[in-house]
């Protein structure tokens, strides 16, 4: 039984302004196994439901790791661009680590990626300048304990599985700032656990404060340290601020997804524009004060997904209090086009000369 998500091979996906995120797949998934302690031939088979035993290691304890990136159609529609694939397979590879999974080499990574894209051609949505936050192929690898044993240690089998998904912007509201609750109940993660990692556990566990905020009207949570003095990141976004016109990120401690999109921002900020960029640990106490003496003039979100998200709000200890104008910045509106004008190979910037690689060989119809 196929989902009824699955775009049919003989017609043209929806139109951009209804693809949403992660709501459609195209028909074809790259598939590799791991057994006998080395990786398999790879094939690209139908998207298909996989066959996992019931006892899978994935299933009971959570041993899965991913990624997300996306495939993206230059302005002619003539070619297909990748977004620093390489640092993707280096977390890959620092993921599996944390949680006792074989490594999948960078090039075979990357190689995996190219080749579920190139079956999936055909789906990558149009460009369109007008089009303010422009659609993509989104690319999910993802790589899982498939031993059937019921005991708490590494499984012996893997399987490492790439599908992609044409989709719009992650927030439907575009680059309409969100607004963010400050969590103070529940922690994302704890020094010498799994928060730097992106594995599948660190999400769920995540989602009944997520949920919580969204019944009380907030898009996402701002995490929180476990002394809950000191912000971490955004659901599914590092977070930045700007405050005395430096620009401000946590310092990865072990607990902060170390985003590729974050890295990004922060070599434009310093090397492109010429911003003074700091990475250390910052208190919700020094934001909330900022926003009071009118310190701190923008906070943003970066991520694969987001690309750039304004925030307008955060909600704490039973306040609202309104970020700068409540509008989106400058700052998070240069880093937005120009990202994306590096992403869609329309723009030259010295710092990001080999962030982008184009998929040759690709049918596009």
């Not at 661009?81 to 599996?96: G, Q, T, V």
């Not at 075979?108 to 990558?124: R, T």
Request: hydrophobic share 40%; glycine share 8%.
């Amino acid at each position: 039984m196929r989902s009824n998500f699955i775009l049919p091979k003989d017609k043209p996906i929806p139109p951009v302004e209804k693809l949403g995120f992660g709501q459609y797949y195209t028909p074809y998934m790259y598939v590799r196994r791991y057994r006998q302690n080395k990786w398999e031939d790879s094939i690209i088979t139908d998207y298909e439901l996989l066959a996992v035993d019931p006892a899978s290691q994935m299933i009971h304890y959570g041993q899965l790791i991913f990624e997300g990136l996306k495939a993206y159609y230059n302005k002619d529609q003539e070619k297909v661009y990748l977004f620093r694939p390489e640092e993707n397979a280096k977390r890959y590879i620092k993921s599996a680590i944390r949680l006792c999974i074989p490594q999948l080499p960078v090039a075979d990574f990357i190689d995996s990626v190219k080749a579920a894209v190139k079956f999936s051609g055909p789906y990558i949505p149009a460009y369109s300048k007008k089009n303010p936050t422009p659609a993509s192929l989104y690319i999910r690898p993802f790589l899982m304990g498939t031993t059937p044993k019921l005991g708490v240690k590494p499984a012996q089998d893997y399987g490492h599985v790439v599908i992609t998904s044409p989709s719009g912007p992650y927030f439907a509201g575009g680059l309409n700032p969100i607004k963010l609750k400050v969590e103070e109940v529940y922690t994302r993660a704890a020094p010498g656990g799994t928060g730097e990692a992106k594995c599948a556990g660190n999400y769920a566990a995540s989602l009944m404060a997520a949920e919580i905020a969204h019944s009380e009207g907030y898009d996402q949570v701002l995490w929180l340290d476990v002394t809950r003095t000191y912000i971490q990141e955004v659901g599914a976004m590092n977070v930045f601020l700007v405050k005395d016109d430096v620009l401000i990120t946590p310092d990865l401690s072990g607990t902060i997804l170390p985003g590729i999109t974050r890295d990004s921002v922060m070599k434009l900020a310093s090397s492109h524009f010429g911003m003074k960029v700091e990475e250390r640990p910052v208190s919700i106490e020094e934001i909330i004060k900022g926003i009071k003496e009118k310190k701190v003039t923008e906070i943003f979100g970066s991520g694969t997904a987001a690309v750039i998200t304004p925030v307008g709000a955060l909600g704490y200890k039973g306040e609202t209090f309104t970020v700068g104008n409540g509008e989106i910045g400058t700052v998070a509106r240069r880093m937005y086009d120009t990202l994306i004008g590096i992403q869609y190979n329309e723009i030259q910037v010295d710092c990001a000369k080999d962030w982008v690689i184009e998929i040759k060989d690709i049918s596009l119809k």
